[in-house]
């Protein structure tokens, strides 16, 4: 009864797979930081350069880039006051993008504008045009993660050791908060502003307790956002879910097994 | 007062750095060098002036200024070859910061830092609490970032008594197995001077000495030059071959018996104080390993210090 699938299941899958690869390292470095919260923050923000970009009629993954970086360079600001701790300044910017992304988005709203894909992604809808995008930005991403990896985890691990040591933590940091802008941008077509954190976040949290390495915990990483993806197209496909959540929904079911289960070998 | 600087009289000649030469004017007066427990402002004028010519690193004038308080003010300090200098002074002395200036993570707001191109640092910073959200074997560790063969690890890791450790997680070990991984990784540097921020904080007392040996040992076997930071006055004065004792600026300063009569020293740590290096000074017939458990004395020892 197996059914050869159409294209577009094709192309979904080709497009949830380059970015799980791409998105698995950088989801590591996000979780060793603790920084879910500001990528959270970055794609939300995201929102606002789809408005933006709608209403000036620029390149839409150009203006999300663009608004993410501008969001990350808030935070730092942000960063440096002592007033109100990281955390409610974190949570005060993450809900003034999303509301003002939201805002923003039914203003200029016209024809062939849906919010709702926008917060939520639309993994079958992907092009081919969408695709060669994914690969060629995809490679370009990941050769710089390879190139920025190591004063990455020098950084996460120790940063007055890593400086003391010849790091300057300045450019690998804002070369790190681009390349999220990056897949933040490529990923919202996929599964949306709401939910492209997961994509990096949670396999990075199923890898870890089978890592002993940080180099081990990125490969597996991408192994099981692989794996997730496709549990969640299938899970889309046999069950009229929609496809972004069906793919987080299997990614986070991986991550709570592999949790649960590196617990107990810790007992 | 001006014996106890550290430099002795005849080293403390011009700069050696042409550079500086000129304007490396004569010290007008070591008065300013020694300041008994009061502040005595900045003095620009003494920069560069009076650099010790063998120094690995040197440091006049140091202020810092931290959200409009004033961190550090005027400080001179020089660690040379083979020597061990302890810094030690009441927590928010700026202690810290004074490493971090010397390290480079952060720039003076006054003064200079002067360092010879043949200076290596290996730095092991006072806390290390890995976040164990990061996979990390001491083995991957040590190689991290580091042009070295797995021998150097080995052979590093050896000589900081903490070869055991190899393939174990980083964010596992004890204070103490952490500190010797730390001071390993600083050893695969190759550095001629070591600089390490409150080694023995997380250490129980035992383990303290033990450490304070093996630096000393490193110290012999390499001719490094060590700078130590330190709250904790017993264990480490004895040990060090000069102390300076900070409170924002440098109180006093000189061999461990003198700083420990110094009325600006007993002003800082109480009365008792003074009495720290006789606690110290008793007769050991036994020594501690890694683990904590005793070792008679004739088993490799460090070579005439300490216990």
Known sequence: MFAWPDPFVWRAFFAAVGLAVVAAPLGCIVVWRRMSYVGETLSQAGLLGVALGLAANVNLTLAVILAAMAAAGMLTLLGRQKMVPLDSALGLMHHATLALGIAAISLVKGPGIDLMSYLFGDVFAVTETDLVWIYVGGAVVMAATVYLWKPLVRLSLHEDLATAEGINPRLPRAAFDFLLAVVIAVAMKIVGVLLVMAFLVVPAVAARPLSATPERMAVIAAGAAIFGVILGLWLSLSSDVPGGPSIVIALCTIAAISLLAGSRRER | ?307
């Open chain 2, 1 to 307: 007062m001006r014996g106890m600087r550290g430099a002795p009289q005849g080293l403390r000649r011009r700069s050696f750095l042409s550079a500086l030469d000129e304007q490396g004017k004569p010290s007008p007066d070591d008065a300013a060098t020694c300041s008994c427990g009061h502040h005595h402002g900045h003095h620009p004028e003494r920069i560069d002036v009076g650099i010790v010519p063998d120094a690995l690193i040197s440091a006049r004038g140091l202020s810092m200024t931290h959200g409009g308080r004033e961190v550090l003010s005027d400080v001179d300090l020089d660690v040379r070859r083979g020597e061990i200098v302890t810094l030690i002074g009441p927590n928010g002395a700026g202690k810290t910061t004074l490493v971090r200036l010397l390290l480079g993570i952060e720039q003076p707001t006054h003064g200079r830092i002067v360092k010879p191109a043949s200076t290596r640092i290996g730095y092991v910073p006072q806390r290390f609490d890995v976040d164990s959200t990061i996979p990390m074997t001491v083995g991957a560790f040590l190689a991290l970032g580091a042009n070295v063969t797995k021998n150097d690890i080995k052979a590093a890791l050896d000589e900081a008594g903490a070869l055991r450790t190899l393939d174990q997680q980083l964010s596992k070990l004890s204070g103490g197995e952490t500190q010797r991984v730390l001071i390993a990784r600083a050893l695969l540097r190759r550095p001629n001077l070591l600089i390490l921020d409150e080694p023995a904080s997380g250490v129980d007392f035992t383990g303290e000495a033990e450490l304070y040996d093996l630096i000393g040992r490193l110290r012999d076997r390499h001719d490094l030059g060590v700078l130590l930071v330190s709250h904790d006055l017993h264990v480490v004065m004895a040990r060090s071959d000069r102390v300076i004792c900070l409170n924002g600026h440098v109180c006093c300063s000189g061999k461990p018996e003198d700083v420990s009569q110094h009325a600006a020293y007993a002003r800082i740590f109480g009365p008792h104080a003074a009495t720290a290096l006789g606690v110290y000074r008793h007769h050991h017939d036994h020594q501690h390993d890694l683990t904590g458990e005793a070792r008679p004395l004739d088993e490799p020892a460090p070579p005439g210090r300490g216990s």
